[in-house]
């Protein structure tokens, strides 16, 4: 898994799967929070107009496609993989994204077109962040060799 492409306008949060739960760094886990709940039986009316997912892969990149609901500010995405892995990340407008965790991978780019990005505790050859209008944060242990870290047309780039 080298490629994650996200479409929702919700919070998302990027994070490496568990080492311990996923020994062979072969698996991605994509969930959908509801922030309200529902009953524990859940009726079919209960589901409609909700947001929903839908997830492919095409050889080494995961594909996560969400259909908006009625209500998206309802809704949150989590999507765990593997943190040796590269990760490229572009979501739509409006959604917040929240990248940490990821250790030991060539890259890491994340593009949200008018959402805040939030980056921590990475260790990466390369680290692109971007933001049309959004605010980008980057806190934490950040180990990496070339940065690039770009607002609309404002841009900060740094080697070593």
Known sequence: MQSILLELSTIIQVKPAGTLEYPNLDKAIVKLYS?????SKLEHSDVE???TLETAQ???NLQVLA???QNPGNDAISVEVPLVHAVNIEVGSGADVDVSGF???DFCQVIAHSGKVTASTIKTSKLS???QTGDIHCTGQLQVRQILV???SIQYQSYD
Do not use: F, P, Q, Y
């Open 129 to 131: 962040v971007k933001s």
């Open 35 to 39: 922030k309200t709940g529902h009953s």
């Open 67 to 69: 259909k908006v609901g």
């Open 103 to 105: 250790m030991e991978s």
């Open 58 to 60: 095409a050889g080494s």
């Open 49 to 51: 107009g909700r947001s």
């Open 150 to 152: 770009a607002i609309d």
